[in-house]
C-alpha cells in the first residue's frame, strides 16, 4: 500500500507553483465572478459572495494540494481549514472592495462590477498564495519537525561509548 510519503512529489519552484496558482485559483476565482454575478440576481449580494466563496475555496484547496504545490494527494482538513482562513481574508477584502464601489457610484454596470471584483480578487489572490506556499503547504516544517523529533545527539552517543573499555559495549553503543 502506498504511503502519502511515497506518494509526495518533489517541490515546485515558486514560479511553477505560482503560474499553477494563478491558472487553478484563477480559473477557479473566474468561474466564481460569474457564479456570484448570476446568484446575486437573486440573493444579496454577500451571501451569494459568501456561498460561492466556500464552494470555490473547497474546489480550489483540493486543486492546491493535488496539482498546484504537489503535496500528492488529497488536502487534509487542516489544509481546508488553514486554506479557509486565507479564503475568509480574501471574501473582507472583496466585500469591502464592492462596498467601496457601490458608496462611490450610484449604479455601477455589471462591467465595473466585475473589474473591481476580480481586481480585489486578484490582490487578495498574491497574498493567499504566498500564505497557501509558506504556511498550508509547507513541506520544510513537518519535515523539520520529524528529524528533529527523530534525531540522536552525537555528543551523547559518544560520551556513552567513551565511558565504557569493553569492546562488545563499544561495538552495540552506537
Known sequence: ???AQSRQQAAPSAFTAFTRFVFCGGGVGLASSFAVAAL???LPW???NALVTVVSTL???ELHARFTFGAGGRATWRQHAQS???AAAAYAVTCVA???LHQLVAAPGAVLEQVVYLSASALAGIARF???RLVVFARNRSQAAATVSTARPVQAVVARASATTDPAVLCCAA
Open 1 to 3: 500500500m502506498e504511503t
Open 130 to 132: 504566498v500564505v497557501l
Open 40 to 42: 446575486a440576481s437573486w
Open 84 to 86: 479557509a482562513g486565507s
Open 59 to 61: 474546489l480550489a484547496t
Open 46 to 48: 454577500a451571501f451569494a
Open 98 to 100: 464592492m462596498l467601496v
